[in-house]
Nanobody
Framework: VEVVESGGGPVQVGGSLNVSCVAS????????MGWYRQTGTERELVSYI??????TYSDSVKGRFTISQDNVKNTLHLQMFNLKVEDTAMYYC??????????????WGLGTQVTVSS
C-alpha cells in the first residue's frame, strides 16, 4: 500500500489550505488514519480519526483544523484555517491497520510541505 499526500504549499498567515492523502488500495482491518507534522527531527500528531469515527486534535490546531475521510476513495483530508507561522512543517499522512499476522502496522506517505509566512 502506498500513501500519497498532496495540497501543500506556501500560504500567508491567516490563510487557509487543504491537504489530502490517498491510499493506493483498500486497507483492510484499518484502525485509523491521521495527520502528523514534522519540523526538525520531531514528528507530532496533528489530528487523528479512528475507525469508529472518534476524532482528536492537538491543542495547537483545535478549532482551526478539520479532519475528514472518504472511505470509499481511501482518502483523508485536512482543512487548515487561520494558519500561523508555527504551522509551517512537513505534513505526513499515516494509515494504521492490523496486518495478517496480527501486528499493528503503520503506513506513511512521503509528506507535503506547508509553509506559512507573514
Amino acid at each position: 500500500v502506498e500513501v500519497v499526500e498532496s495540497g501543500g504549499g506556501p500560504v500567508q498567515v491567516g490563510g487557509s489550505l487543504n491537504v489530502s492523502c490517498v491510499a493506493s488500495e483498500n486497507i483492510f482491518n484499518k484502525v485509523g488514519m491521521g495527520w502528523y507534522r514534522q519540523t526538525g527531527t520531531e514528528r507530532e500528531l496533528v489530528s487523528y480519526i479512528s475507525s469508529d469515527g472518534t476524532i482528536t486534535y492537538s491543542d495547537s490546531v483545535k478549532g482551526r483544523f478539520t479532519i475528514s475521510q472518504d472511505n470509499v476513495k481511501n482518502t483523508l483530508h485536512l482543512q487548515m484555517f487561520n494558519l500561523k507561522v508555527e504551522d509551517t512543517a512537513m505534513y505526513y499522512c499515516a494509515f494504521d491497520y492490523d496486518n495478517p499476522f496480527g501486528y499493528r502496522s503503520k503506513t506513511w506517505g512521503l509528506g507535503t510541505q506547508v509553509t506559512v509566512s507573514s
